[in-house]
């Protein structure tokens, strides 16, 4: 099945520094959205993205919708020890398709 | 976040048992769906529902089944489980509003 292309795979990084994480694919979209996955939990929603250009922010975290509409980015600042888990993109083709196709995830890793 | 509850959370089973996974949602979402979720392959749909009664298969939706005979619910059933069918299984739904939202997963281990 399709999933999108997301990276990196997985990152370590001391605590304060910024991250930054991706989703690309060939085909656009008219929505994006991110999640964060804790060990044990299921995905957590962290923002949704519903125009190309799109720059929305969650406390540390931003997001972006790629004008091309085949990419988003995700940004998070000053990263602290709870930060760790597998984030997720998730991106919709058309509005009539209802259904999500989700990114392979990207594991963080925070040292203290 | 929606509420949106996974019944058992674990699960041990045997190899040719039926097996039935609850989801259940407070919201009045019109889509539900059910993942499985395994290492290096991340979340695969397996089945959706687009109201009641209206479902429709996935990507890895073989030995599977489905039913919505409610707005709230939405039963996934393992009709004779195999050991290829342990995995975390994670049910969704999504309002008009468009942003999916997950449940607490349930783990499922096949022997």
């Known amino acids: 099945g399709q999933q999108l292309n997301q990276s990196p795979q997985s990152m370590f990084i001391q605590e304060g520094e910024d991250v930054s994480m991706n989703c690309t694919s060939s085909?656009?979209?008219?929505?994006w959205l991110w999640y964060k996955q804790d060990p044990g939990e299921g995905p957590v929603l962290l923002i949704a993205l519903y125009k190309a250009g799109e720059l929305t922010s969650n406390g540390r975290l931003t997001a972006q919708f790629g004008i091309t509409r085949k990419d988003s980015f995700l940004n998070i600042s000053a990263s602290i020890p709870s930060d760790v888990g597998i984030y997720f993109c998730?991106?919709?083709?058309?509005?009539?398709?209802?259904?999500?196709?989700f990114g392979t995830g990207t594991r963080l890793k925070v040292l203290a | 976040d929606a509420g949106i509850t996974q019944s058992p959370r674990h699960k041990v089973t045997e190899t040719g048992t039926p097996v039935t996974l609850r989801c259940h949602q407070t919201e009045n979402h019109r889509y539900m769906y059910w993942y499985r979720q395994d290492p290096g392959h991340g979340l695969r749909l397996i089945h959706y529902?687009?109201?009641?009664?209206?479902?429709d298969k996935g990507e890895v939706s073989d030995g599977y089944s489905v039913s919505r005979s409610k707005t709230e619910d939405f039963l996934l059933t393992l009709e004779s489980a195999t050991s290829s069918q342990t995995s975390v299984y994670f049910c969704?739904?999504?309002?008009?509003?468009?942003?999916?939202?997950f449940g607490p997963g349930t783990r499922l281990l096949v022997l």
């Open positions: 529902s687009y109201g009641v009664k209206d479902t």
């Open positions: 998730a991106g919709q083709r058309t509005s009539g398709t209802y259904k999500y196709i």
């Open positions: 969704a739904s999504q309002g008009d509003g468009e942003t999916q939202y």
């Open positions: 085909s656009i979209f008219n929505t």
